[in-house]
Nanobody, 121 residues
Framework: QVQLVESGGGLVQPGGSLRLSCAAS????????MGWYRQAPGNERELVAG???????NYVDSVKGRFTISKDNAKNVVYLQMNSLKPEDTAVYYC???????????????WGQGTQVTVSS
C-alpha cells in the first residue's frame, strides 16, 4: 500500500506565498509521475503542475511564472512553491503520484487527502 501525505496549506493574503509538500511512503518500487491538482467549489478538479521521473514539468497556463513544482527523488517528496497568489487560486489542493509497487505489475494512481489553500485579504 502507498500513502501520500500533504502539508503546507493555509490562509494567505493576495500576493503572498505558500509552499506545499507531499510525501509518498509505503511499498514503492518506482514513481514515474507526481503532480498537484486543485478543486474549487463548483469546479472540476484540474491539474495545476506535474513532474515526470526525468524532471520534465508542465503547468496549467493560469499559474505559469508563479508556481514551481520540484521533487526530491531520494525522499519521494514533491513540492509546489506558490508565489504571487491570487484569490482565484483558492481551492483544495491534492497531491497525486503514479506508483509501481514492489508487488504490482503496473503503475497506479494514488491521491493525498487534500489541503486547503485560501487566498484572501
Amino acid at each position: 500500500q502507498v500513502q501520500l501525505v500533504e502539508s503546507g496549506g493555509g490562509l494567505v493574503q493576495p500576493g503572498g506565498s505558500l509552499r506545499l509538500s507531499c510525501a509518498a511512503s509505503g511499498s514503492i518500487f518506482s514513481i514515474n509521475f507526481m503532480g498537484w491538482y486543485r478543486q474549487a467549489p463548483g469546479n472540476e478538479r484540474e491539474l495545476v503542475a506535474g513532474i515526470i521521473s526525468g524532471g520534465t514539468t508542465n503547468y496549467v497556463d493560469s499559474v505559469k511564472g508563479r508556481f514551481t513544482i520540484s521533487k526530491d527523488n531520494a525522499k519521494n517528496v514533491v513540492y509546489l512553491q506558490m508565489n504571487s497568489l491570487k484569490p482565484e487560486d483558492t481551492a483544495v489542493y491534492y497531491c497525486s503520484a503514479h506508483v509501481k509497487e514492489y508487488t504490482g505489475s503496473d503503475y497506479r494512481a494514488y491521491w493525498g487527502q487534500g489541503t486547503q489553500v485560501t487566498v484572501s485579504s
